[in-house]
């Protein structure tokens, strides 16, 4: 579980700053609470944080539409990743 959620803190460091660089401040300000969140953040308070970050992709706003695909897809694989990860736990549990 802690590798999958450095792996997203990673993809959402990257998003981050590429909204930056290209002064997608919205998009900024959205992604930056999440990467220091992911790392530091107790597994219970994940699966919302992990939800938050995917809700990004928006049928109807999406970050896709303001950042590269080199960016938003590897964020979404690792959030992805992070939710399901986090599923199998709760179902053991």
Same mark, same amino acid.
């Given at each position: 579980?802690?590798?999958? /959620?450095?792996?997203?803190? =990673?993809?959402? %460091? ?22 220091? =969140?992911?790392?530091? %953040?107790?597994? &219970? ?9 995917? &809700?990004?992709?928006?049928?109807? %706003? &999406?970050? =896709? ?14 959030? %992805? ?5 986090? /599923? =199998? ?5």
């Amino acid at each position: 579980m802690d590798a999958s /959620a450095l792996e997203a803190a =990673r993809a959402a %460091d990257l998003a981050l700053a590429v909204a930056r660089e290209m002064g997608a401040e919205r998009w900024a300000r959205y992604l930056a609470p999440l990467p220091d =969140r992911l790392r530091d %953040d107790p597994v &219970s308070s994940l699966a919302a944080l992990a939800r938050r970050a995917r &809700s990004a992709y928006g049928p109807k %706003d &999406s970050i =896709r539409d303001a950042l590269p695909e080199a960016v938003t897809e590897p964020l979404l694989r690792a959030i %992805d990743r992070l939710l399901k990860v986090l /599923a =199998r736990f709760e179902a053991n549990r």
